[in-house]
């Protein structure tokens, strides 16, 4: 999609000023824009160098409406969400279907839908299915009866176990590891011995799900994980067995969930949070960065952040941190 | 296997009431069960809801011996084990060998035992040995001089380094790196930079490990790191250089050990500890989800907790937790 | 390379004593040495075990100047060091260019150097370059549009994101992700939803990095991120988009670095550590295992290392830690 000015305005439900005819390809930073890109601005400050830049167009504040250019300028109040709806349009040829890689191997009884692209080394077993206009990089392994809606991203050597069930528009990044067996044992108390607890169950991703390079999440024990619509899930992140994740919910780098947990929608989670089996993060609870949730504990507050091992309120942690820093500089 | 409920019964060492002759294919929860899975109660209160589900048997404790029920009842003092047991003798036909998939590649000199699976886009290297009924998922890495046992199974993606040893009925998780260089450089003060030092030494895998999702296990650097059989480990740990981690340990999902360190059997680890080169975890020390542990500390005691970091006994930590929030409490 | 024990304490700038004429092929421990390795020692205590020992030759410190010995000694102030070079003199053969593995797919537009190797199901996008001497393992996804430099060695199952690029002499082990999309999302406050920012610039990597197993490291938003010279980072290290990493940093295992954060030169970064975005950590600081920077904070001093969190001077943090622990006992 080449747009001019004002096609992406219009699209954009934004205003335009000056320049509607020039041609936009894509987005870029200020510093690094060329005379086809779009760049944005969200503080008053830095529309001069905007101005100055090569870019064919601005997406600015309604700051910015008063000033004089030959750029066009395309007025919003919020320069960011639109400028990041500017990107998804201007989009890339990523995922237009390019066909089945040679090297690939599909098994006989995979369902493929149109447009659907599958990258070298890539393997799809037995009755998978994966739908219009998906792509899957090269090296991934998609497992018997996987089934992948349409519009879906799978980047290279992703590992999806057998019978994960992944929506639309999801994109799975490099390396991610979905529906491996969660971690569950018995110890038989005779030999001391541990023994596997059967992890039969599902993964279940919803539509619109992004899970970043590296994660893994687990199936299952006997019945379903669960990944609401619209979560964004960073690299590194470790989701256990049976837990039930929201919609909506951000997950930061090498957070990490033990088995059985929720986290309802709309909840934040910092980078490296740990939290125990069972426990319950209720909606838009958020989390600070190396907090540590207890088993089975509930936390509960639309819009309350929560910090420390074991994570209190953070206004109440932070008491307890600077008692702390006072009582350590008393000490000789 | 699909044996009667009579025939699991005693394999199972259990004392089967009612129905003896339905045949049993398989497991599950009470939720998802079908008329041939056998399902499992631990609670008195549980067992009137399997009583009423699909399932064509139910493993469960004594208080479920007076039941009235045409279903097959098999009655034992540990339900939990005794499913475990149920499903692996049910088990899965994953481990059957399917031979060698025409896009996998092995090296002329790899010798391979019988019924051994081979899946797409495997690599096998020079002089690698794979045992009896041992199956190599799709896009698995076996590097030269590697060995592995009977009636272990690698799932895809995993990347074994050349000449690392794995036992018998190991299981390793998509996306894990065993054998990998170790983190150990000597720097030279005169430019500042960091020099590699060799990082030759090997890994060696008991028998009966399970190794989780993208996790890495470093070899040694001039000797061996060792993983002890009947040991668990979880998604994404890191386990350093030279570690000697005993049997049947468990050490749950992004833990890390550094070098050098020794965990003894039975130990318990839990999710996100972090421990310290040359550290000791003594047998049967159980460390709390974040612990961590400085180098060269040693923590001891059988069954003894510990947790924060540094890592002191529970007890003692949670006082000092309890007065730091008395003391947070007391600022205004 | 093969040389004698005198040709190689000149290459290492030592001074030999004793057998000159001994040939070397290879570095080992004391205790697994054969009689043409050379081993090394840094204490006294440690010489008659080395002189003991199967080794050809010994590298040591002044201290084993006057040692009574048939096998070659090579004298000097930094036998650690010294013992690094030699293993990297007496190298191996994992880098001499083996050609294109007939399983590989490597795209007409791709430019390979001399003594390329391209191992088993390696997949080369188009415009890819590849120098002299360096070497792509089985199953890695090399994107389109990457450069990498001469005598580098990617580990099996790498994936590197389209247009990273990557210098000379740089390792990277099995399972990295380099050049990932970061994790940047914009929230339409109308309907809750997060929808993706662009993840359009850039990942580099300048000469001599390490990289460990199933690390991730993100290209910039729309900017850069950049590794510089020298840096070793060890495994399942997560580095957010536009991070600005200095030379000879090292980075342990599990640690993780949100967005755009800057870390100076000859800092040393503990395993697990946290560090929150827009953070800067400043040439040479040092930072415990597990502490936690908070976003935006600046740490400041050469050699001065910090613990906890949020991270302290070392000192004033074991104070407090002291003082807490005080007060748990005080508790009855």
Request: hydrophobic share 40%; proline share 2%.
């Amino acid at each position: 999609m080449r747009p001019t000015s004002r096609e992406l305005a219009e699209a954009l439900g934004a205003r335009l000023i000056g320049d509607g005819h020039v041609e936009v390809t894509g987005v870029a930073s200020i510093s690094s824009a060329s005379a086809s890109d779009v760049v944005f601005v969200e503080e008053q400050k830095n529309i001069a160098a905007a101005l100055e830049s090569q870019a064919a167009a601005i997406i600015a504040g309604d700051f910015a409406g008063g000033a004089k250019s030959s750029k066009a300028l395309i007025i919003t109040s919020s320069p960011r969400l639109a400028f990041a709806r500017a990107a998804a349009m201007l989009g890339d040829s990523r995922l237009q279907g390019c066909g089945i890689h040679s090297t690939a191997f599909v098994h006989a009884s995979a369902k493929l839908g149109q447009a659907v692209s599958i990258d070298a080394h890539v393997s799809v077993g037995e009755g998978a299915q994966i739908g219009d206009h998906t792509s899957i990089s090269a090296g991934s392994v998609i497992g018997a009866q996987v089934t992948i809606g349409n519009s879906s991203w799978i980047l290279p050597n992703v590992i999806i176990y057998p019978g994960t069930q992944i929506g639309n528009r999801v994109i799975i990044h490099g390396g991610a590891v979905l529906g491996s067996d969660g971690f569950g044992y018995v110890r038989d108390t005779a030999s001391g011995r541990y023994e596997k607890f059967p992890q039969i169950g599902k993964l279940v991703i919803e539509d619109d799900v992004e899970i970043g390079a590296n994660t893994t999440i687990d199936r299952g024990a006997l019945e379903v994980t669960h990944i609401g619509r619209g979560t964004k899930i960073d690299n590194l992140v470790h989701i256990g067995h049976n837990c039930q994740i929201g919609e909506n919910v951000i997950i930061a780098a090498q957070a990490g969930f033990s088995g059985s947990i929720t986290v309802e929608d709309n909840a934040v989670i910092g980078g490296q949070v740990g939290v125990g089996e069972h426990a319950r993060i209720q909606e838009g609870v958020m989390l600070g960065g190396q907090a540590g949730v207890l088993p089975k504990k509930i936390l509960r507050g639309k819009g309350v952040a929560f910090w420390g091992t074991p994570a209190k309120p953070l206004r109440e942690y932070l008491k307890s941190l600077a008692a702390l820093a006072r009582l350590g500089k008393k000490e000789v």
